[in-house]
């Protein structure tokens, strides 16, 4: 059983599209975060949420954490190539970092 | 800033050799972790060192080690390799993990194939 799972697994869609991803635990986190990699390449870290039902921006990614600090989404808006990547959430219950199942991201132009 | 750099960057071992990866972290950084990145599992952690004392550590069999320097570059072994131990090994460092948010800044991994 992870720790933190995501969702959905694969997704596949149209550039322009919107979609939003998901990063779930039955544990509550001081923080949450959300990395981006591409392949052939280390994680690249896109934000930290630390507050419950914070809300940050980072252009067209919005991210959100959950009030009970147990939850976090990712929400893509007119998503484009560039978008492509695995996306992973990640956080430290104790005292050492877990990361998410992944969410691998395909957006065709 | 140069960002964390990793060697060798491709590794092809036999099964029973052993194999050392290096990792520098960005200058200024004193914690280092290491992961393991396989399809089936994702990322691991593996173990964390923070001047030159390991601090926390995954759940890992007595193969997986590691040191890391007083320049904080860091350095893990892996003994007696086994076909499942082919992955991504990635080295993240961060400037100082008990202070605030944990933010990790990855290189770009060592790839082990384990033949």
């Known amino acids: 059983t992870q720790l933190l799972e995501q969702s959905p697994q694969f997704l596949s869609i149209q550039e322009g599209e919107n979609l939003t991803v998901y990063c779930n635990s039955s544990?509550?986190?001081?923080?949450l975060q959300w990395y981006r990699q591409e392949p052939g390449e280390g994680p690249v870290l896109l934000v930290t949420v630390v507050t419950g039902g914070e809300v940050k921006k980072l252009k067209r990614l919005t991210f959100q954490f959950g009030d009970a600090r147990k939850d976090s989404s990712l929400h893509i808006t007119a998503a484009q190539p560039g978008d492509t990547g695995l996306y992973l959430c990640a956080g430290i219950p104790g005292n050492q970092f877990y990361f998410g199942t992944g969410t691998s991201l395909t957006v065709i132009p | 800033k140069a960002g964390v750099t990793q060697t060798p960057r491709y590794l092809i071992k036999t099964r029973g050799q052993q194999v050392t990866l290096s990792c520098s972290p960005i200058?200024?950084?004193?914690?280092v972790s290491w992961y393991q990145q396989t399809p089936g599992q994702g990322l691991q952690f593996l173990f964390e060192y923070f001047s030159e004392t390991q601090r926390n550590k995954g759940n890992f069999p007595g193969r997986f080690s590691g040191r890391q320097f007083s320049n904080s570059r860091s350095e893990m072994n892996v003994s007696t390799l086994e076909l499942g131990d082919s992955a991504l090994y990635l080295c993240?460092?961060?400037?100082?993990?008990?202070?605030?948010?944990?933010?990790?800044?990855f290189g770009p991994g060592t790839r082990l194939t384990v033949t």
């Open positions: 200058s200024g950084h004193r914690s």
């Open positions: 993240a460092s961060s400037l100082n993990p008990a202070r605030g948010v944990n933010e990790q800044y």
């Open positions: 544990s509550v986190f001081s923080s």
